[in-house]
């Protein structure tokens, strides 16, 4: 049998590497491994990662292209730091999208796709029974969003959710690192609030719930953000 697997099995394609590579950074950036505003230099990075620099100018092209990193005329790729404004556009954009979803949810979604995301919110409360990282609570938020997207049946909305995706996840993370206590005090009753409005078709409700939270949760991370940057000057 071992001696059939070099039939099947075949080193990494370029593509699969520089995947890997963004992948890689990708978590580096969102977990702060990476700091805003931190050069990223491609010999170190692919020494650091054992591959060719190809891999990982592609990978930083990727995320350029997620909105993580930037890239300053002759002086190179740097991760992304972002300004208060930037937050309110990613929330605004998100808000947009989510409340499309939460539209063809309840016109389209049956109960049983409605409960996926009952499901979803019972796991949030599972986690919050026990220490949890951060990470991981930002993981469940955004697979109950990723969820809400899917079941509304609208791919286009799905693929431009996806597309701003990475920095959904970064700036949810900022607010939870910033605000530890927000995802048992708070996340986990709105999500289910959300759920109980789509059970019952109520589409108001739900946009209502949405637009609160998303109120809330931009204003705290921008007063903290503020605050940061008024600290550090």
């Known amino acids: ?63 350029e292209n997620e909105g993580l990193v930037i890239r300053q005329p002759h002086r190179g790729a740097f991760v992304a730091d972002w300004t208060p404004d930037d937050v309110r556009e990613i929330y605004s954009l998100r808000e947009a999208l989510e409340s499309l979803a939460i539209r063809y949810v309840i016109k389209n979604a049956t109960d049983e796709q409605i409960d996926e995301l009952e499901n979803l919110v019972h796991e949030m409360n599972d986690l919050a029974q026990h220490e949890y990282t951060q990470i991981e609570a930002t993981d469940i938020d955004m697979t109950f969003h990723r969820a809400l997207c899917q079941i509304s049946g609208h791919r286009r909305l799905l693929n431009a959710w996806e597309s701003i995706s990475a920095q959904i996840r970064l700036v949810v993370l900022k607010h939870r690192l910033r605000n530890p206590a927000d995802f048992r005090d708070r996340g986990i009753s709105w999500h289910e609030n959300i759920v109980e409005c789509l059970r019952h078709r109520e589409t108001e409700c739900a946009l209502q719930e949405l637009e609160r939270h998303m109120a809330v949760s931009i204003e705290w991370l921008i007063k903290s953000m503020e605050a940061s940057n008024g600290h550090s000057q």
């Open 1 to 63: 049998m071992d001696q059939n697997l070099s039939s099947v099995l075949t080193a990494p394609s370029q593509r699969t590497l520089s995947d890997y590579v963004a992948d890689q950074l990708r978590q580096a950036i969102l977990v702060g491994q990476l700091q805003p505003a931190q050069r990223l230099v491609e010999e170190d990075l692919a020494t650091s990662l054992q591959t060719s620099r190809g891999p990982v100018r592609d990978a930083i092209r990727m995320l």
